[in-house]
């Protein structure tokens, strides 16, 4: 495929972020502009020679703009294969001339959205007139250039620079590929909105979506596999994915799937006191509550010294050099806050190969959403996990109530159970992890996992006792045997959080009675998988 000079240039964009220096470098090359509306407008009053959509077609904008570029001497000008006798002979018939070059971008239909706008104003930034002449230069990319990203009008201009005017096939091939991602990209994002906002539809017929890449990553879980990091198109929320690395190594597949598991949780208590929370392999390993971030910190770092080495740390609170010269005491992959003081940012530039992470905000736990798990010739999809419990929901089924500070901590070991693998369980005391057991094929293992945690832990602080003692106990599930919750007796927890719901509950009541346990359901369970 040969170079083809760009001798008319049809120029019709949303928005106008570099339309003018475009402009200028294409009239430097000779080439006739052609555009419409807002764009026209803001080339004239930059001093360039400009006509008319409407003088090549011989029909004015009409219909509030709705109908300007559909007509046959635009699309006939730019799907006409040049090298074909009977296509030429149809142009020369018609008065139709060749447009070698569109520059465009669509009607701004996700920002409309993200604004709340309502569904007239909706409508009408659903682009029609666009999306066809972008297909259409796209189509007939042997012969002619499509731009649809700002991004790539200094590459379009050195191209024409190196080549006197004219364009590469390979040049035309990558912008084509790219502009009918962001046709179909923009498609998805209008099906999307039909279908989920204006019908109610949870579960469409015919689910589109798109993703935007943000990095090509290192490998994926391990190194024989490839991966990389994208994001919905249109989406405005904020998370790892939006998140300011201020320094350290390249981020891998496993980091950002960690740091992930360490917001998600942490952002459950955006609203309350100063919390830490350290992950390992996307399970929380140690998570705290205090009156200061330090504080916190060494609470949930006492949880499992060992387990934190090389873990991902999240904190609720802007970091502080203090906080931050106590995590530098051991090997931390990553650390996510929504931001870090100069004298904290100061503290981990010690630490070349530490990854800091700033989100400037914590996401909304609440938020709706769905989940998607591929699967052997399919893919699951499911609403995100957002339940949570008040306490008004909790149901007390043993003889004793538990006390204020059980409840306070079967709340928080319950929120943290949310947050590992199942099969989970929590043990929690003054908010602050005592135990964690993830990620088990039965519930009675988790159970002594955790209890077997909570020794090593005060084995290694010298304390006289496992923080198990006088705990609480969550469980992600109902127990379905006494054995689990007889497990939990034994570590020395005083009050237990489960949903409830097995055959076996009077069986479990009875022995969380005969403990002298506090027990309560929640009547909603948090399977993690």
């Known amino acids: 495929m040969q170079d083809v000079i760009i001798r008319r240039a049809l120029l019709s964009v949303s928005d106008k972020t570099g339309l003018i220096e475009l402009g200028q470098a294409l009239a430097r090359h000779g080439v006739e502009l052609v555009s419409t509306g807002g764009s026209a407008k803001a080339l004239r009053d930059a001093g360039l020679d400009v006509r008319d959509i409407s003088d090549l077609t011989g029909m004015p904008e009409m219909m509030d703009?709705?109908?300007?570029?559909?007509?046959?001497?635009v699309h006939g000008g730019l799907l006409a294969v040049r090298d074909n006798p009977e296509?030429?002979?149809?142009?020369?018939?018609?008065?139709?001339?060749a447009i070698d070059l569109v520059v465009s971008n669509?009607?701004?239909?996700?920002?409309?959205?993200?604004?709340?706008?309502?569904?007239?104003?909706?409508?009408?930034?659903?682009?029609?007139?666009?999306?066809?002449?972008?297909?259409?230069?796209?189509?007939?990319?042997?012969?002619?250039?499509?731009v649809t990203d700002p991004a790539d009008y200094t590459r379009l201009i050195e191209e024409m620079d190196a080549k006197s005017g004219a364009t590469s096939y390979d040049f035309r091939r990558m912008c084509a590929a790219k502009a009918f991602a962001a046709t179909a990209a923009y498609d998805a994002m209008i099906a999307g909105w039909f279908a989920t906002v204006d019908l109610g539809e949870t579960f469409p017929a015919t689910q589109v979506a798109a993703r935007k890449l943000v990095m090509p990553l290192r490998y994926g879980e391990n190194p024989h596999q490839r991966a990389a990091l994208y994001v919905s198109a249109g989406q405005h929320t904020s998370g790892i994915a939006q998140a300011r690395q201020v320094q350290g190594k390249e981020l891998s597949y496993n980091n950002l799937n960690d740091a992930n598991a360490a917001l998600e949780l942490v952002a459950e208590f955006r609203d309350g006191p100063p919390t830490v929370v350290i992950t390992k392999h996307a399970n929380p390993c140690g998570v705290a509550t205090g009156e200061t971030l330090i504080e916190a910190y060494r609470a949930a770092f006492q949880c499992d010294t060992v387990s934190a080495f090389g873990g991902i740390i999240a904190v609720n609170r802007p970091l502080d050099a203090v906080t931050a010269e106590a995590i530098s005491e051991i090997f931390t992959e990553v650390v996510v806050a929504p931001d870090a003081d100069e004298a904290a940012q100061a503290v981990f530039a010690k630490k070349k190969n530490l990854r800091l992470l700033l989100t400037g905000t914590l996401p909304d736990p609440a938020r709706s959403g769905q989940s998607v798990t591929v699967i052997a010739g399919g893919i699951l999809v499911q609403d995100r996990d957002n339940g949570h419990v008040t306490r008004d929901q909790l149901r007390v089924v043993t003889k004793r109530a538990p006390t204020s500070q059980e409840l306070e901590d079967c709340l928080?070991?319950?929120?943290?159970?949310?947050?590992?693998?199942?099969?989970?369980?929590?043990?929690?005391?003054?908010?602050?992890?005592?135990g964690i057991g993830a990620g088990q094929m039965n519930r009675r293992d988790s159970s002594r996992i955790a209890a077997i945690r909570a020794r090593e832990a005060a084995e290694i602080a010298g304390w006289a006792q496992p923080?198990?003692?006088?705990?609480?106990?969550?469980?992600?599930?109902f127990f379905p045997f006494p054995d689990g919750l007889i497990a939990a007796a034994e570590a020395g927890a005083t009050?237990?959080?489960?949903?409830?719901?097995?055959?076996?509950?009077?069986?479990?009541?009875?022995?969380?009675?005969?403990?002298?346990?506090?027990?309560?359901?929640?009547?909603?369970r948090h399977f993690r998988h």
């Open 467 to 477: 923080r198990t003692v006088g705990s609480a106990v969550a469980s992600d599930a």
């Open 87 to 97: 296509h030429v002979a149809a142009m020369a018939e018609h008065g139709i001339g």
């Open 65 to 73: 703009g709705r109908v300007k570029t559909l007509h046959p001497k």
């Open 106 to 146: 669509l009607y701004p239909f996700a920002q409309t959205l993200a604004k709340g706008a309502d569904r007239d104003e909706i409508i009408e930034n659903i682009d029609i007139g666009g999306p066809s002449m972008v297909r259409s230069a796209a189509k007939n990319h042997a012969s002619v250039t499509i």
């Open 495 to 524: 009050a237990v959080i489960q949903p409830g719901g097995a055959m076996g509950d009077a069986a479990v009541i009875a022995a969380a009675d005969e403990a002298g346990l506090a027990m309560m359901f929640t009547g909603m």
């Open 412 to 434: 928080f070991a319950w929120t943290v159970a949310k947050h590992v693998k199942s099969n989970a369980i929590v043990y929690a005391k003054d908010g602050v992890t005592a």
